[in-house]
């Protein structure tokens, strides 16, 4: 149809019988009907509605007539198509499809980009993307950080500047040997960061095939499980039995962060639900914090309910409120820094403790001296229910419970009278 369409509309003058008259220059550039004008041996113009000219070369290979454009007037000029249109002749008479050639010429250049663009992408930027990929779901700048060290540490001297697609088993197992028997858990933490850095270059198209710091099925076949080199150290706990002592001690003392350490215990709440609590989180109608599902671990909202002493607590920090946060920090519109509360610890000469370990000590006394379930104890942890049926039906979040579990635990860390706890029966 199309052939039909320009040989009806073809530009070539005949000058006498048989006789073929080429475009000129002067002709293209004056010519302005809307057409196809041939310039013979296959080359034509074609002038569209909108005034544009482009140049396209009609030839026939395997009995198949094809159409090849060779680009837009005045960029490619008269001379510049007959010659391009000369070129892709010959490949026709060499059995080549012009167009078939065109678009191989474009994959390998594609393809010879790709590559480019691969060798530049060492894995210290590819961390640092990843990284960067993953921050905003990463509640815990803490967390952000300890990946920016660890793999700054212990990846970066040997792979660091290396293209991720380079980087092969033995370039992992020389990160790794070092530090795997040395140092188990922050070694298997450094693995997990660069498995999933590589993963990341993968999926970007910086690297193919098998990944050399997967474990399983390739370096558990290399390396000692760490389970059985060294025990997962837990977090310091003070035995509860030793609460009410330490929380009188705490209690004498009047730094702001001191205060939030009291919280922290008495709320059985982590270190970062604590720094980052807001006013506007807190209701003293119904006597409970309420902390949104953005600053959860567990990405769902989790309501404490506050015992008498933490109302108290409360209310004498209102009176003294600075900004947003319950704790502020020195900084303007900033909490305390996250190693506010450790200070603490090391200032009343008790390295050996954690913030995290009390919440260990809560647990360990609701087991030891208490009746309320343990389903009861997890949720006021918030923490996730292991048994995957019993999670489905536990729409509730027991705060009713909740309520007398926590003024016990108040009254046993910080007992009013001689009767340590009032132990539910």
């Not at 909202?301 to 600075?322: C, Q």
Request: net charge positive; with cysteine.
């Amino acid at each position: 149809m199309l052939f039909h369409a320009i040989a009806s509309k073809v530009a070539g003058k005949v000058a006498g019988k048989g006789c073929f008259v080429k475009l000129s220059p002067r002709y293209i550039k004056e010519e302005s009907k809307p057409g196809t004008y041939g310039d013979g041996d296959g080359l034509y113009l074609q002038i569209a509605k909108s005034g544009s000219k482009s140049w396209i070369y009609r030839y026939q290979i395997n009995k198949h007539r094809r159409w090849l454009g060779l680009g837009g007037f005045p960029g490619v000029s008269l001379a510049k198509a007959r010659k391009e249109k000369d070129r892709y002749k010959l490949s026709v008479k060499a059995g080549i499809d012009p167009i078939q050639e065109k678009e191989a010429n474009k994959t390998v250049l594609e393809n010879e980009k790709k590559k480019g663009i691969a060798l530049k992408q060492t894995f210290s930027l590819c961390a640092e993307a990843y990284i960067e990929s993953k921050e905003p779901e990463w509640k815990n700048r803490k967390h952000v950080q300890q990946w920016r060290n660890t793999l700054k540490t212990y990846a970066s001297p040997v792979i660091g500047e290396l293209p991720t697609a380079e980087i092969d088993l033995d370039h992992i197992l020389q990160v790794l040997n070092p530090i795997w028997l040395e140092k188990t858990e922050t070694a298997t933490r450094v693995r997990n960061r660069i498995e999933l850095v590589l993963d990341y270059a993968t999926v970007k198209g910086y690297r193919s095939g098998q990944n050399p710091a997967r474990w399983r099925g390739n370096l558990d076949k290399l390396l000692p499980k760490p389970s059985k080199i060294k025990k997962v150290k837990h977090h310091p706990a003070l035995p509860y039995e030793d609460i009410p002592a330490f929380m009188a001690t705490l209690n004498a003392r009047k730094e702001l962060a001191a205060k939030a350490l009291v919280f922290t215990i008495l709320t059985a709440a982590r270190t970062s639900e604590s720094l980052g609590a807001t006013w506007d989180e807190i209701d003293l109608e119904k006597n409970t914090w309420v902390i949104p599902a953005s600053r959860m671990k567990v990405e769902k909202e989790h309501r404490i309910p506050l015992s008498v002493p933490v109302i108290a607590l409360l209310g004498e920090l209102k009176a003294d409120k600075k900004n947003q946060f319950i704790f502020p920090g020195l900084k303007r519109d900033k909490p305390l820094s996250n190693m506010a509360m450790a200070n603490v610890l090391k200032r009343m000469e008790r390295p050996d403790l954690t913030v995290h370990g009390f919440r260990s000590t809560f647990r360990d006394w609701v087991a030891e001296r208490t009746n309320f379930p343990q389903r009861v104890a997890e949720t006021a942890l918030a923490h996730r229910l292991k048994d995957g049926a019993e999670a489905a039906y536990q729409r509730g979040d027991l705060l009713e419970k909740r309520k007398e579990l926590m003024e016990v635990w108040a009254d046993y860390c910080q007992p009013k009278t001689t009767n340590v706890a009032r132990i539910r029966a």
